[in-house]
């Protein structure tokens, strides 16, 4: 499994500008719009690596800074509207969206590279859950069947 600085670097030798990171104030903001008292720090690295771009990685799929500031937001009206199937674990933050009807959670932002789970509208059971975030982001840079 790759670390997430090797993935960013991988990404880059296929298209050089397909990658693009954020400012540990930017990362701040994202911090501070999710009002959690930190991020696990694989998810910073990957801001700071990729949080702007990450190639084809997350193609389709609001992950990325400034949209990252709207994802509670946007999340808190998925679950809402999801509410007789699906409730997001209190501990859990949502970091990613895909069209609306994905829901891409982070179960323990206090531990260093929580493991993310795929929620799906109307779906009573996770579509997927990566033990990492870091083998979420490997699974996504090898295409598997199910990312998305």
Same mark, same amino acid.
């Given at each position: 499994m790759h670390k997430v600085a090797e993935l960013a670097n991988l990404i880059r030798r296929e298209s050089p500008n397909g990658v693009l990171g954020i400012t540990?104030? #930017?990362?701040?903001?994202? #911090?501070?719009?999710?009002?959690?008292?930190?991020l696990p720090p694989a998810y910073v690295e990957f801001l700071a690596l990729m949080g702007a771009r990450a190639g084809r990685m997350l193609r389709g799929t609001d992950a990325f800074y400034p949209v990252l500031l709207r994802i509670k937001e946007w999340a808190n009206g998925f679950f809402d509207e999801n509410a007789d199937v699906i409730s997001l674990p209190e501990s859990a933050v949502v970091f990613a969206m895909h069209q609306g009807y994905l829901a891409y959670c982070m179960s323990d932002v206090s531990v260093p590279d929580p493991e993310v789970i795929l929620y799906s509208e109307a779906v009573s059971t996770p579509l997927r859950v990566w033990p990492t975030f870091t083998a979420f982001l490997n699974s996504h840079y090898l295409d598997e069947p199910g990312v998305k």
């Amino acid at each position: 499994m790759h670390k997430v600085a090797e993935l960013a670097n991988l990404i880059r030798r296929e298209s050089p500008n397909g990658v693009l990171g954020i400012t540990q104030e #930017q990362i701040s903001e994202i #911090q501070d719009a999710w009002g959690v008292p930190r991020l696990p720090p694989a998810y910073v690295e990957f801001l700071a690596l990729m949080g702007a771009r990450a190639g084809r990685m997350l193609r389709g799929t609001d992950a990325f800074y400034p949209v990252l500031l709207r994802i509670k937001e946007w999340a808190n009206g998925f679950f809402d509207e999801n509410a007789d199937v699906i409730s997001l674990p209190e501990s859990a933050v949502v970091f990613a969206m895909h069209q609306g009807y994905l829901a891409y959670c982070m179960s323990d932002v206090s531990v260093p590279d929580p493991e993310v789970i795929l929620y799906s509208e109307a779906v009573s059971t996770p579509l997927r859950v990566w033990p990492t975030f870091t083998a979420f982001l490997n699974s996504h840079y090898l295409d598997e069947p199910g990312v998305k």
